[in-house]
C-alpha cells in the first residue's frame, strides 16, 4: 500500500511540474513574442517534418516577416473583412459565429469555422493541425494569454506574418513577391482580397491564378472591406482609439 501511495504522489507531481512548465514555457514565450518577430511556428515545423517523412529534402518554407507599419492596408483590412469582422471589438472569441457554427451542425449542414483571428495566432504559433479535444482546450488557454499580452495591432500584425498564403508560402512578406510580384507594402486592394480569399484552403486554392470560386470569394471581401469603410476601419486598432465601432 505504502508504495502504491509513493506511486500516486510521484505521478501527480510528475503532472503538476509538466503543467507548470507548460504555462511558464507558453506564457514566456508569448510575452517574448509582444516584442520578438517568432522565427518559425509549429505549422510550419509541422509542414517541414510532413515533407522529409515523404522525402522530400528540398522543401522548405518561405517566410519572411515584415512589421506592421510596412505592410498594406488593404491586407490588413482584407483579412478582417474575411476572418474575423468583430476582431477589434472582440476579447479573442466570436460566441455568435461559434453559436451560429453549432446550430448549422444541428441542422445537419457542413461544419464551418468559426475561428477568430486571435484563435488561428495561437494555434498555428504553437500548436498542431487536425481537430482535437485536446488541441481546442490548449486553444482556448493560448487565445486568452495573447490578447492578456498582445495589442489587437500586434497580433493582426503576427497573423499576416504567419498565415499559410500558398503551399510552403507563409506570410504577406514572401506572399506578395511570390504571388504579386511585389512587396507586402504595395498590395493592392484586389491583391489582398485575393490573399485574402485563399485562406481557407491555401494548399489548393491560388491567389495568383484564381478560380472562379477564388475570384468571387475575393470580390465578396472586397465588398466586405469597403462596407467596414475602407482602410480608415483600421484606426480603431490605433494605440489611442477607443476600443469600440463608433
Known amino acids: 500500500m505504502a508504495t502504491l501511495l509513493h506511486a500516486v504522489r510521484f505521478v501527480r507531481n510528475l503532472l503538476l511540474w509538466v503543467i507548470g512548465l507548460f504555462f511558464a514555457i507558453t506564457l514566456g514565450s508569448i510575452i517574448t513574442l509582444r516584442f520578438v518577430a517568432p522565427p518559425t511556428t509549429a505549422f510550419i515545423i509541422e509542414s517541414t517534418v510532413s515533407a522529409w517523412l515523404r522525402g522530400d529534402f528540398k522543401w522548405h518554407a518561405d517566410h519572411r516577416f515584415v512589421p506592421y507599419a510596412r505592410i498594406s492596408h ?128 491555401p494548399k489548393k486554392l491560388h491567389a495568383e491564378r484564381p478560380s472562379a470560386y477564388v475570384a468571387r470569394r475575393a470580390d465578396a471581401i472586397s465588398e466586405q472591406m469597403t462596407a467596414l469603410g475602407g482602410t480608415r476601419y483600421l484606426r480603431i486598432l490605433e494605440p489611442n482609439a477607443h476600443n469600440s465601432l463608433q
Open 74 to 201: 488593404y491586407a490588413k483590412l482584407a483579412v478582417i473583412a474575411s476572418e474575423d469582422q468583430k476582431f477589434a471589438v472582440h476579447s479573442g472569441f466570436d460566441f455568435d459565429a461559434i453559436d451560429q457554427a453549432v446550430k448549422e451542425r444541428e441542422q445537419g449542414k457542413r461544419l464551418r469555422g468559426a475561428s477568430t483571428i486571435t484563435q488561428q495566432v495561437a494555434k498555428n504559433l504553437f500548436l498542431w493541425s487536425g481537430p482535437s479535444f485536446v488541441r481546442k482546450g490548449i486553444e482556448v488557454y493560448l487565445t486568452a494569454a495573447i490578447e492578456a499580452c498582445w495589442s489587437k495591432r500586434r497580433i493582426l500584425e503576427i497573423y499576416l506574418n504567419i498565415a499559410e498564403f500558398g503551399p510552403g508560402i507563409y506570410g504577406v512578406g514572401a506572399a506578395a513577391p511570390r504571388l504579386f510580384h511585389t512587396d507586402a507594402a504595395a498590395l493592392t486592394q484586389a491583391q489582398a482580397a485575393l490573399l485574402a480569399a485563399v485562406l481557407p484552403n
